[in-house]
């Protein structure tokens, strides 16, 4: 087993904790995430974020389906949840992708 060196060691990513090490790697520093499970941890794959993402999109078609309220017509309006979800999930994956190579820092 060989010795690694890093600047900081992050442990968990969740949501709060995924910005650190983004930061510290852009400013050149060599760093170490600890993650029990996947990159980002709960929040950032199967609780809030995802939540989030799923809500957004169920109140978009609630305001659009009240839009004749508004003076607005929009016609029908339905949810192809096939999209939702692969909208959900692929933002999990953003997320997790950032912490993997974070935009504007090289591998030393």
Same mark, same amino acid.
């Given at each position: ?11 968990g ?11 510290? @790697?852009? &400013?050149?520093?060599?760093?170490a995430l ?9 929040c ?7 939540t989030?993402?799923?809500? &957004?999109? &169920? ?8 839009? @004749? ?5 929009t016609g ?5 949840l &096939?999209?939702?979800?692969?909208r959900?999930t692929?933002?999990?994956?953003r ?5 993997r190579e974070p ?6």
């Amino acid at each position: 087993m060989t010795d690694e060196h890093y600047d900081a060691i992050v442990i968990g990513t969740s949501q709060g904790g995924r910005f650190l090490p983004v930061e510290l @790697a852009k &400013a050149g520093q060599r760093v170490a995430l600890v993650e029990r499970d996947q990159l980002g941890g709960v929040c950032v794959n199967t609780g809030c974020t995802p939540t989030k993402t799923m809500v &957004a999109s &169920a109140r978009l078609a609630s305001q659009a389906r009240r839009g @004749a309220e508004y003076g607005v017509r929009t016609g029908p309006v339905s949810v192809d949840l &096939a999209v939702v979800r692969e909208r959900k999930t692929g933002h999990g994956r953003r997320r997790a992708a950032e912490l993997r190579e974070p935009p504007g820092a090289g591998r030393a």
